[in-house]
């Protein structure tokens, strides 16, 4: 398996502060969440078309790629008419730059809202559509398991309705584990056929909400998971999301993302 620096985590660095952190500690891959102020990432500079020559050599040359292009993309807002134009906008902004995949959210928030309903049939109808449009691409559009797709039956549903192959599932660990209370291995086998690429955090949960820990210090069942993808072969991308431009309290990265490196290739090692 192989592991990505998210930029989620690093809002106030540069982008050659990103690569340099990403080959010097080792990661495979860079996952972009927004860069500087510019969160969407079609718009970035370094991935114009002018300019994404240039920068696909200088990954090549740290041996680092991108992971993921990490979109707000909503596929369940039926009031912006532009959501599959923004998600094609992704795809084609992945495929210029060599990115496998491309994140879509079903819900907003992280956990379900209660008295807010999505849409599945919408949300399923918009990811088959981006699937559709990024055939022949070299690109896979995947739905978090976030909000009420954090529900891993249900998401696999959905996957079953889209049939497509160029549509999967990005298992963030921790919000079927957090929020309903799945077991690792339920939430395996339900993601486990689509699985494309996994988001990690660890976290405690406490009487004032979820409080974010680095790795190992919270009770996330991670290591399982490392397990059974260690078992299974896995070969894709893991990356600690942790969520530093939502909440600048956070421990700053240059102390995660050597932990979460450590942390892990310790572990499987």
Known sequence: MKFALSTLGCPSWSWGEVMAAAHDLGYDGIEIRGLGQ??????????????SAATLRRLDELDLRLSCLTSA????????????????????????????????LGDLAAAPREGVEIDIDLV????????VY????????LLET?????????????????????????????????????TVEHSYANVRE??????????????????????????????????????DGFDGYISLEWLKRWNKSLSEPGIVFPHFINYVRDFLG
């Open 194 to 231: 689509y699985l494309g690429y996994l988001h990690m955090k660890d976290s405690v949960a406490t009487a004032e909400g979820v409080v974010y820990k680095m790795m190992g210090f919270g009770d996330v069942p991670n290591e399982q998971v490392l397990t059974l993808l260690q078992r």
């Open 73 to 104: 993309v909503y596929l369940f807002d039926k009031t912006d008419g532009d959501v599959r134009r923004y998600g094609e906008e992704y795809v084609d902004t992945a495929a210029r730059m060599q990115a496998p995949y491309i994140r879509v």
């Open 124 to 131: 399923t109808e918009n990811l088959r559509h981006l699937a």
């Open 134 to 141: 990024a055939r022949g691409k070299g690109v896979r559009v």
């Open 38 to 51: 510019e969160l969407y990432a079609p718009a970035i500079e370094l991935f114009s078309p002018a300019n």
């Open 146 to 182: 976030n909000g009420v797709f954090a529900d891993t039956t249900l998401i696999n549903s959905v996957m079953q309705a889209v049939n497509e192959a160029q549509a999967g599932i990005l298992w963030d660990v921790h919000h079927p584990y957090r929020y309903f209370g799945e």
